[in-house]
């Protein structure tokens, strides 16, 4: 499918374009209120957040981003990634959009760059909310797909212009516990969009950009942090959600038993709810 028909089938309602450093940056903004942006992880889009975004925006302007190199985005002009460079793409995005402070959620590598980016700039978050987040990957301890990039032999699937849709559907069956989650109109959205020209070959990239694990840099952070897990994640353990409370100052940690990866995907009423009581304190 061209780019132009990706964009025209999955636009939403309040889908909107930016240019940034010459690429389009797709965002949907809705809602009033205070701002919270939403960061999604690997082989993910804006579209992920699609039912917290219906929750949320009764109550806040809920921004999300389909991140360069993924979702309708596509790749960066130079396909140059890493943790500074995403840094850099939020700030001066939310720049261009008027906000000075907003509330920040992220899943997986959403996750890991909302902490980064409070790190960085925490006088800009009111408060922060990581689901299933990465971020501690000392021995290369880093999530499934990034070692799977990383590995010579394997990376080969993401040279490929084609994923076979029997590979997106494992792979989202592995990640969501709930099988009756895992729909062919799911399965279709994540193959769709992972084929956008430029994705697969940019998450290759960004696998093997220099990340390194920041997470000292936690202990420094005051922000109110609501940390959310599910207990059967396969490509992080729970166990980060741990190291979480024993490294932020400031955090509530929520474990979802029999919840995998995606928590926003598979218990999206249930979660939603849980950040706008947090929110909301």
């Not at 309040?14 to 992880?41: A, P, Q, T």
């Not at 190291?243 to 995998?260: A, H, P, Q, W």
Request: one cysteine or more; glycine letters at 8%.
């Amino acid at each position: 499918m061209q780019t132009q028909e990706l964009i025209q089938k999955y636009s939403l309602k309040y889908s909107k374009f930016m240019d940034l450093y010459g690429i389009n940056i797709h965002y949907s903004d809705e809602g009033s209120g205070d701002v919270i942006l939403l960061l999604h992880g690997v082989f993910s889009s804006l579209h992920t957040f699609n039912k917290w975004a219906e929750h949320l925006c009764k109550s806040y302007r809920v921004i999300r981003i389909d991140l360069p190199g993924f979702g309708l985005t596509g790749p960066s002009i130079d396909n140059e990634y890493g943790m500074d460079l995403y840094i850099g793409y939020i700030r001066k995005f939310m720049d261009n959009l008027g906000i000075d402070k907003f509330h920040i959620a992220g899943n997986s590598l959403g996750g890991w760059i909302a902490w980064e980016f409070a790190v960085a700039h925490e006088e800009r978050i009111n408060k922060m909310v990581l689901v299933n987040a990465a971020g501690y990957v000392s021995g290369g301890n880093y999530p499934l797909p990034f070692v799977i990039a990383q590995t010579p032999v394997l990376r080969q699937v993401f040279n490929y212009e084609i994923v076979p849709k029997v590979v997106v559907r494992r792979f989202l069956r592995q990640v969501i516990k709930d099988q009756y989650v895992v729909t062919d109109h799911l399965v279709d959205r994540y193959y769709d969009i992972i084929h956008r020209e430029g994705n697969l070959e940019a998450f290759s990239r960004i696998a093997n950009s220099k990340f390194i694990q920041n997470t000292h840099a936690l202990r420094n952070i005051e922000t109110p942090t609501l940390v959310l897990w599910g207990d059967e994640d396969p490509w992080i353990s729970h166990h980060d959600a741990e190291k979480f409370k024993n490294d932020l100052k400031n955090v509530t940690v929520k474990i979802y038993e029999g919840v995998g990866h995606i928590p926003m995907e598979e218990i999206p009423e249930l979660t939603a709810n849980d950040v706008l009581n947090f929110l909301k304190k």
